[in-house]
């Protein structure tokens, strides 16, 4: 399986906005992590259709998680980005060619679909247990890197000290 780049780039968004006391532009966002503006954009639309992110209009305007992070998991995101669908579709390909076999006698899913569905299953479930807490505990361990970054974002565009 193979997720877009828009996943990573939405979910490093929603770990810098978890602590930002003003909205962020997705200009700002972009900026931060040197990616496309106009594709960022896209993602965070994606994400403020699905509920995770508000757009606050104006000349300080910008996007806002809509609830606290403990509230997010990297399943929301993933599914604002990519859908709800699971990534595998049976087309009962083996009721196609010389041996087919007749709809009638697949009365159980295929063995080859349980997989690929239980499979899915799992990775949903592991991404369901990750928060965007969870992931800003981990990036700030052992040293505080968001705070700078937070900074940075709510302050006006220069260049980050290296």
């Known amino acids: 399986m193979k997720l877009s780049g828009g996943i990573e780039w939405a979910v490093h968004c929603c770990v810098v906005l978890s602590g930002v006391d003003a909205p962020v532009p997705a200009a700002r966002l972009a900026e931060l992590h040197e990616v496309s503006g106009t594709y ?3 993602q965070m639309q994606n994400l403020s259709r699905a509920g995770l992110v508000r757009s606050v209009q104006g000349k ?3 996007y806002v998680l809509t609830r606290p992070p403990e509230q997010i998991t990297m399943l929301d995101v993933v599914e604002a980005i990519e859908g709800t669908e699971p ?3 049976c087309t009962e390909i083996r009721q196609r060619g010389p041996f087919a076999v007749p709809p ?3 009365t159980r899913t295929c063995p080859i ?3 690929m569905y239980a499979a899915d299953d799992a990775w949903r479930a592991s ?3 990750i928060t965007i807490a969870d992931l800003v505990a981990d990036v700030n361990s052992p040293t505080d ?4 970054v937070r900074a940075w974002l709510s302050g006006p565009a220069v260049e980050p000290a290296r």
């Open 40 to 42: 960022l954009a896209k």
């Open 113 to 115: 679909a349980r997989a």
């Open 87 to 89: 990534s595998f579709v």
């Open 127 to 129: 991404l369901r247990e």
């Open 145 to 148: 890197v968001l705070s700078p």
């Open 60 to 62: 300080a305007g910008g």
């Open 104 to 106: 009638e006698k697949c």
